[in-house]
């Protein structure tokens, strides 16, 4: 027990209570008492500290509350969304434009992203308390950005969301162009990734994508249900980029080598990891402790297939989204899709 002293195990007992006698002391020397000692009492917790944590979790608090019901069904009335399925095993997915989804709902939409990066760490609550924020701002999101978004049918609670943001540039700009706005994968890792690959050359920026904020619902645990989310998001990632307005032809960001990587093998992508970068957002960014609690992060590079090819590979994902057994449809997804992992050596 804490601030007790115990005494030493295994010492003979030099007494006893003889049976029938009402504790009665035995022959022998007295035991010597036992002394509380008495540890002194940690520091009083900054009042600062703890306004700071009741500030995040009524953040959570929050998001639990949110309901995207209503968006699914107001995009399907007004069409527009680039991909939406309702396969009704209880999952709605919906792929839609930064343009195309009302302000109320992109600012539950940053809710969701702040409060499940801060529940993993990749958020730095200092600067959500110091800021007030509520929300990851949305002014961060281009009006040509593509959110997919996974919801509960019944509840209308999201249970996953990826984001496949569009390039910083008002026009587009060739990718070796100088002047082009670097992708934020870029900028955290500190070289112009695309430069590394010859299948970017003749490409606009307009026709490259970064994947962002792949996340599922912390408090979905099942896990039958998250990848059947997991399903149902890469059925909007492959349904939204084969839509007919769709130019995109390359996908950049970075993973963990072990985790979302699987993602994007699963689409059968030829993809292209590199070595050798530090990525570092520096202490004034809000998503800063990614790149510190995470293990090795490392940026790719995924070429798109043609699109007749991309389109047979979207019915196959379709089809394991809408399977019954979700980890048997991985692992016959897996037998038609191989994706490929090649590596890119930079200099340190």
């Not at 969304?81 to 709605?92: E, H, K």
């Not at 998001?233 to 699987?262: N, Q």
């Not at 510190?292 to 047979?312: G, M, N, S």
Request: hydrophobic content about 40%.
């Amino acid at each position: 027990m804490d601030g007790i002293a115990m005494p030493a195990v295994g010492a003979a007992v030099p007494w006893h209570v003889p049976s029938g006698i009402p504790y009665l002391e035995a022959p022998g020397p007295r035991p010597t008492p036992l002394k509380a000692v008495h540890s002194p009492a940690p520091p009083a917790e900054p009042a600062i500290v703890r306004i700071r944590r009741r500030y995040i979790r009524d953040i959570l608090a929050m998001q639990e509350r949110l309901s995207f019901r209503g968006l699914s069904k107001e995009l399907e009335q007004s069409g527009n969304y680039l991909y939406r399925a309702d396969r009704g095993q209880g999952v709605t997915v919906t792929a839609a434009l930064t343009e195309q989804i009302p302000r109320r709902y992109l600012m539950g939409l940053g809710v969701f992203r702040l409060s499940q990066y801060l529940q993993a760490g990749y958020a730095s609550p200092d600067i959500v308390f110091n800021e007030s924020l509520f929300c990851e701002p949305i002014h961060g999101f281009g009006d040509a950005d593509i959110h997919v978004i996974a919801t509960d049918t019944g509840t209308g609670r999201i249970l996953g969301y990826v984001s496949l943001a569009h390039s910083g540039d008002p026009e587009p700009q060739p990718v070796s162009a100088e002047e082009r706005v670097l992708f934020p994968c870029e900028q955290a890792h500190g070289m112009r990734l695309l430069s590394l690959l010859p299948a970017s050359r003749g490409l606009s920026t307009h026709a490259i994508r970064e994947v962002k904020r792949f996340v599922h619902d912390h408090a979905m645990t099942d896990r039958t249900q998250r990848l059947r989310v997991t399903l149902e998001l890469l059925s909007g990632i492959t349904g939204a980029l084969c839509h007919p307005d769709s130019r995109t032809r390359m996908l950049v960001g970075d993973v963990e080598r072990h985790v979302a990587l699987r993602h994007l093998v699963l689409l059968g992508l030829e993809v292209h990891l590199v070595e050798g970068t530090t990525p570092d957002l520096g202490p004034t960014d809000l998503m800063h402790p990614m790149y510190v609690t995470r293990d090795k992060v490392l940026p790719f590079i995924a070429v798109l297939p043609p699109r007749e090819e991309a389109v047979r590979r979207a019915a196959l994902v379709e089809q394991a989204a809408t399977a019954a057994a979700p980890f048997r449809a991985v692992r016959d997804l897996m037998a038609s899709l191989a994706g490929t992992v090649n590596s890119i050596e930079v200099a340190a």
